[in-house]
T-cell receptor
């Protein structure tokens, strides 16, 4: 079974632009979560989607948003990019809301210049 | 609020030596605890998890961890380290009593000397 896939793997943007990252969960998994990883703040939870609805949200500004489609694929969007948004963005999927394990993808490396 | 502390930022061991990575958590009830490993440029791979039952859990790649409620700890161990174990290791707790909304420690970077 294929793992979690994320596209693109690398992205370079400039301040003020917006960006959309994509995540395809493991086949059959219906819950998708997003995390931001930076050297300073470490790994931080952004949000979780299940059945196309946001179920949990971390402590990030409204510039960070996401959505989930009926096939469980998810996208996250960051508007008005700031230098501090440079990070590795990781997507994780779970079989269901009460599943006991999150499986992570390889991440998208976003660099904001 | 839930939190995870990994006291050691960087650990260096020789190949073949034993390893223990420390993790302390803060959580009111019985936590869902995890250890993940991240190789450079890669995502996170689950090593092992604890929810309940036997406090000594076995994981992949020869790793094990012991849950000690009295010490709020969940330390990761391996009896004999291989060069391929060099990576960064993250301890995490489920912030809402399950596996969603994981709260991670800052990580411990492991270097293995030949």
């Amino acid at each position: 079974k294929a793992g979690v896939t994320q596209t693109p793997r690398y992205l370079i943007k400039t301040r003020g632009q917006q960006v959309t990252l994509s995540c395809s969960p493991i086949s059959g998994h219906r819950s998708v979560s997003w995390y931001q990883q930076t050297p300073g703040q470490g790994l931080q939870f952004l949000f979780e989607y299940f059945s196309e609805t946001q179920r949990n949200k971390g402590n990030f500004p409204g510039r960070f948003s996401g959505r989930q489609f009926s096939n469980s694929r998810s996208e996250m969007n960051v508007s008005t990019l700031e230098l501090g948004d440079s990070a590795l963005y990781l997507c994780a999927s779970r079989l269901a809301r009460n599943a006991d394990t999150q499986y992570f993808g390889p991440g998208t490396r976003l660099t904001v210049l | 609020a839930q939190s995870v502390t990994q006291p050691d930022i960087h650990i260096t061991v020789s190949e073949g030596a034993s390893l223990e990575l420390r993790c302390n958590y803060s959580y009111g009830a019985t936590p869902y605890l995890f250890w993940y490993v991240q190789s450079p440029g890669q995502g996170l791979q689950l090593l092992l998890k604890y929810f309940s039952g036997d406090t000594l859990v076995q994981g992949i790649k020869g790793f094990e961890a012991e849950f000690k409620r009295s010490q709020s700890s969940f330390n990761l161990r391996k009896p004999s380290v291989h060069w391929s174990d060099a990576a960064e290791y993250f301890c995490a707790v489920g912030a809402q009593g399950g596996s969603e909304k994981l709260v991670f420690g800052k990580g411990t970077k492991l270097t293995v000397n030949p």
